[in-house]
């Protein structure tokens, strides 16, 4: 499977993006999807996780109630919706997937994407 992310840009705080995660390969619904963010000098971290058929999903503490992440199989494709961006989720958003349950340890995941950029300015 690869993964392609997209739909990054600058927006003001309190605005909202979608990003998107593309997928390339027929088993995709086979796989948990997550997101994760890398801000400048720091180190990457979680931020939302589905599982294969989009029962399960799981945050970040940090984005619960403002980001909700949802996936169309048919489409291979698997969405985060951002809304009440603050300047602290800026960075770059990549999608990645596993064959584990959802989970926030990056270690977890295989396939990476490459990111999209997300700039919120105050």
């Known amino acids: 499977v690869q993964l392609q992310a997209s739909g990054g840009g600058l927006v003001q705080a309190g605005g909202s993006l979608r990003l998107s995660c593309a997928a390339s390969?027929?088993?995709?619904?086979?796989?948990?999807v997550g997101w994760f963010r890398q801000a400048p000098g720091k180190e990457r971290e979680f931020v939302a996780a589905i599982s294969e058929t989009g029962t399960a999903t799981y945050y970040a503490d940090s984005v619960k109630g403002r980001f909700a992440i949802s996936r169309d199989n048919a489409k291979t494709a698997v969405d985060l919706q951002m809304n009440s961006l603050r300047p602290d989720v800026t960075g770059v958003y990549y999608c990645?997937?596993?064959?584990?349950?959802?989970?926030?340890?990056?270690?977890?995941?295989?396939?990476w994407g490459q990111g999209t950029e997300v700039t919120v300015s105050s």
């Open positions: 990645a997937d596993t064959v584990y349950s959802v989970s926030g340890n990056p270690n977890m995941y295989r396939h």
């Open positions: 390969g027929r088993t995709f619904n086979r796989y948990t």
